[in-house]
């Protein structure tokens, strides 16, 4: 373990300058996109707010912009796929990205269960469709496609350059490892906006880092990472479809 905490510190010192502009940018791009740019949006456009593809369409537009933000700042003198830590491609990425993807998914559908039987003692039901469920059962196929793609292409590419590399690279200089990971970790559940989930995200973020720290490359992070959400889209459609629209 102290050779895992060595490299995930010291690899991030010779990008501290391009970590520290990504984080500047795409921490500036995250609070417009999601949370300014909605809110905005649900002002102006109220009734474009109650379809429900509108919802998905300005996230796959915020994940694009987060996106280009981050990778805009990031460029500097060193070469962006070096900086990302995206190099060469090695299929053991995908041997060992997918089963720990499946692995996740097992892991968090446990604490979920767990955190709803807690909530359910305090006297909060938990057990209700959250946003993304709801917007699924009112959706139409392409609307479905279009989360999907957003789901399980987009932001997986997205959010693991944002989270596992940018504000981790950023911060495991500064306060160490551990703290950095329970920071990004804790972000990436928040930024979701998902009471219902938070712990699962939480800890997906935290499995997705620790991969990313292991393998010191983002591929394996981001296969993890679409493989729960292929399973998430498979699942919604799957209730939609055969199920009824029941929970």
């Known amino acids: 373990m102290e050779k895992i905490i060595f490299n995930s510190e010291i690899r991030c010192l010779p990008y501290k300058e391009s970590l520290k502009r990504g984080f500047i940018g795409g921490g500036g791009a995250l609070l417009f996109f999601f949370l300014m740019l909605p809110?905005?949006?649900?002002?102006?456009?109220?009734?474009?707010?109650?379809?429900?593809?509108?919802?998905?369409?300005?996230?796959?537009f915020s994940q694009l912009g987060l996106g280009a933000a981050t990778l805009a700042f990031l460029y500097g003198g060193k070469p962006l796929p070096e900086v990302l830590e995206l190099g060469e491609w090695k299929m053991i990425y995908l041997k060992i990205g997918i089963p720990a993807g499946i692995l996740m998914i097992l892991l968090t559908a446990g604490v979920q269960a767990s955190y709803c039987e807690i909530a359910?003692?305090?006297?909060?039901?938990?057990?209700?469709?959250?946003?993304?469920?709801?917007?699924?059962?009112?959706?139409n196929a392409p609307g479905i496609v279009l989360l999907a793609v957003t789901a399980i292409l987009v932001a997986p590419v997205v959010e693991e350059i944002f989270f596992r590399r940018v504000l981790f690279g950023f911060m495991a200089p500064r306060?160490?490892?551990?703290?950095?990971?329970?920071?990004?970790?804790?972000?990436?559940?928040?930024?979701?906006?998902d009471l219902k989930n938070l712990p699962g995200l939480i800890m997906l973020g935290v499995g997705f880092q620790?991969?990313?720290?292991?393998?010191?490359?983002?591929?394996?992070?981001?296969?993890?990472?679409?493989?729960?959400?292929?399973?998430a889209i498979t699942a919604l459609v799957f209730m939609k479809y055969y199920l009824g629209g029941k929970a």
């Open 39 to 60: 809110l905005a949006l649900g002002a102006l456009l109220p009734r474009c707010v109650l379809i429900p593809e509108f919802p998905v369409a300005v996230s796959l």
């Open 120 to 139: 359910r003692a305090f006297g909060f039901d938990l057990d209700g469709l959250n946003q993304v469920e709801q917007m699924v059962l009112n959706m």
């Open 175 to 193: 306060i160490s490892w551990i703290p950095a990971l329970v920071v990004t970790s804790l972000a990436f559940g928040l930024i979701h906006a």
């Open 210 to 231: 620790l991969m990313y720290v292991w393998q010191k490359s983002l591929y394996p992070a981001i296969i993890m990472h679409m493989t729960n959400n292929i399973f």
